[in-house]
């Protein structure tokens, strides 16, 4: 979403994909720019999001009346294999050299591949965490945020585990803010997360992963702590996971540096496209 001039006019823009096709609305805002901007924004957002909002609840109710059909012992299952898929996707994403069949065999067989030791340990302790993210009650806080990242890494970098970081990080071309501002950062993160309830769980959690990974708070991790809010957002509302695919990492990370509303438009068509045999169902 953007804001234009046009012959001494203001006016916001936005475009967005419906029915693959590319729709493109504005909104008059007058001679200047009002000072509620934010406001106009996020209604004018809404209001484009309305189909979507639909597919996404349509998503969320087929997906619980097929869930609940499922027995106990099937469900444990499906969410093993699920930490399986999550796990190796978003560790291969950073790095790791550890394969889908083989983060199978350290989870599900508790077999581990001659492979280095980090990457094991790595595997273990995020499939863990993950399950700690899915049935966490608490509602997000600094204080989980800094569990889930102690979790993963406490056997393999324990000098950064749970820890803000206290130094400058450059990721490409993104000059990450200065720590000292970290701890501020922060708690407007939370802050603005607990504010924002009304809005859909999917987009809630593309907004909270985008704000987390440009706060970027840990030396290394952010990707794996903020893929890990999107899914404890999502659990928590009673939707089904996305898992951001490694081998579609390139479009993931330009989604990331483009602006928020461009990510948040990225994610749902993904969430869509992913959950699709749910959208029709009656």
């Known amino acids: 979403m953007n804001i234009v001039k046009n ?95 083989e983060t199978e065999d350290i989870i599900k067989n508790k077999i581990s591949p001659n492979k280095p030791l980090r990457d094991v340990q790595e595997t273990i302790n995020h499939s863990r965490a993950f399950f700690k993210a899915l049935n966490e009650k608490k509602e997000l806080s600094n204080h989980l945020i800094l569990q889930w990242h102690e979790e993963i890494f406490r056997d393999t970098k324990a000098d950064i585990a749970g820890k803000l970081r206290d130094y400058l990080v450059k990721v490409g071309n993104y000059v990450a803010p200065d720590w000292q501002d970290l701890s501020k950062l922060m708690k407007e993160f939370i802050e603005w997360f607990g504010k924002s309830k009304a809005i859909n ?71 869509i496209g992913a959950h699709k045999k749910y959208v029709k169902q009656r």
């Open 7 to 101: 012959n001494g006019y203001y006016y916001l823009a936005h475009s967005f994909r419906k029915e693959g096709k590319v729709i493109h609305r504005e909104k008059y805002l007058g001679k200047v720019i009002p000072k509620n901007i934010e406001e106009i924004k996020e209604k004018f957002m809404r209001e484009c999001m309305e189909d979507v909002i639909k597919k996404l609840k349509s998503i969320k109710n087929n997906f619980r009346k097929e869930w609940k059909r499922y027995p106990e012992s099937i469900k444990k299952e499906m969410l093993t294999d699920l930490s399986i898929n999550f796990t190796y996707n978003t560790n291969a994403i950073e790095g790791s050299t550890i394969t889908l069949e």
């Open 201 to 271: 769980p999917v987009e809630l959690a593309a907004r909270a992963h985008y704000k987390f990974e440009k706060i970027h708070s840990f030396g290394d991790g952010n990707g794996r702590v903020g893929r890990l809010i999107i899914a404890y957002v999502l659990k928590r509302n009673k939707y089904p996971l996305l898992i951001i695919e490694y081998k579609r990492r390139k479009a993931y990370y330009h989604a990331l540096g483009k602006s928020e509303d461009d990510f948040v438009n990225f994610f749902v068509r993904r969430y």
